[in-house]
């Protein structure tokens, strides 16, 4: 599935054996954690999420696989509820541009991972998303009053977290092995094109209708309509790059 894309590209950097004991730190509703207990039978999973809801999903899911699962209801930008030196593999996914203080978020990663454990730390850029099918001007208005108003999904978001990952991570203790890209790609207007198209409407809705976009509804509605064409006429272009980090925990002190 292509939602399922950017999840599958962050398991093949988690390395994952039988014996790891993988921390999703925002784990959602579970497609990281799934996408790697269907690669590694016997996987010990922690989920830590804020949203009881997705939390709920991710369990259900989970539950249908052999994966040894605990689950966290809570804020990863507060202290874990994990024990030190505890997992060997940490991944967060599309978290950190919601976060006041990312590297403190890093630092805890630090404390909970055992010497020298792998953690895989991936965001898309979202003022960088690319559509293609409407009027160029009017599209840069829209997906920039996006990017600008995106904290209006409910809390803080800083919508080019995904160029700045690799400072974030610079920032840490964690030793930085590798960057990398994922890229979706959609030619038809549907599935999460479909979905991301929808949100950004809906969001820069929601700021159009506070007076806190250069764009009105109007402008929405005729963009819409220009996709729907262009979708129908095979002219329609989606891309979203999510950015990969890898990274190591301190070595065992000698």
């Known amino acids: 599935m292509e939602r399922l ?20 730190l925002g784990c959602g ?56 030196d505890s997992v060997t593999r940490v991944v967060c996914h599309d978290v950190l541009e ?4 990312p590297v ?50 409910g809390r803080r978001s800083d919508a080019q977290m995904g160029r700045k990952l690799v400072a974030v991570v610079g920032r840490s203790r964690l030793r930085r092995l590798g960057v990398d890209a994922s890229v979706l790609i959609a030619t038809d207007l549907e599935g999460p094109s479909r979905r991301r198209v929808d949100d950004i409407a809906a969001t820069v809705r929601r700021a159009a209708d506070r007076g806190a976009a250069d764009v009105t509804s109007e402008d929405l509605d005729e963009w819409l309509r220009q996709l729907a064409v262009a979708g129908q006429r095979g002219e329609f272009f989606y891309s979203q790059t999510a950015y990969i980090v890898t990274a190591r925990s301190p070595s065992p002190v000698a």
């Open 104 to 153: 403190a978020l890093l630092a805890e990663a630090v404390r909970v991972m055992q010497p020298d454990a792998l953690s895989v730390w991936s965001h898309v850029d979202y003022e960088a998303l690319v559509v293609g099918g409407a009027d160029r001007l009017l599209t840069r208005r829209v997906v920039n009053a996006y990017a600008d108003a995106s904290y209006l999904r």
């Open 98 to 101: 919601y976060l006041d203080d």
């Open 5 to 24: 894309r950017i999840h599958q590209a962050i398991v093949d950097h988690l390395a994952l054996g039988p014996h790891d004991v993988l921390l999703d």
């Open 29 to 84: 509703n579970g497609f990281t954690l799934a996408t790697a207990a269907s690669r590694v039978a016997g996987l010990s999973l922690i989920g830590v999420d804020a949203d009881a809801g997705a939390l709920a999903a991710a369990r259900s899911w989970l539950g249908e696989t052999d994966a040894r699962c605990q689950w966290f209801l809570g804020d990863v930008g507060a202290p874990l509820p994990i024990p030190d």
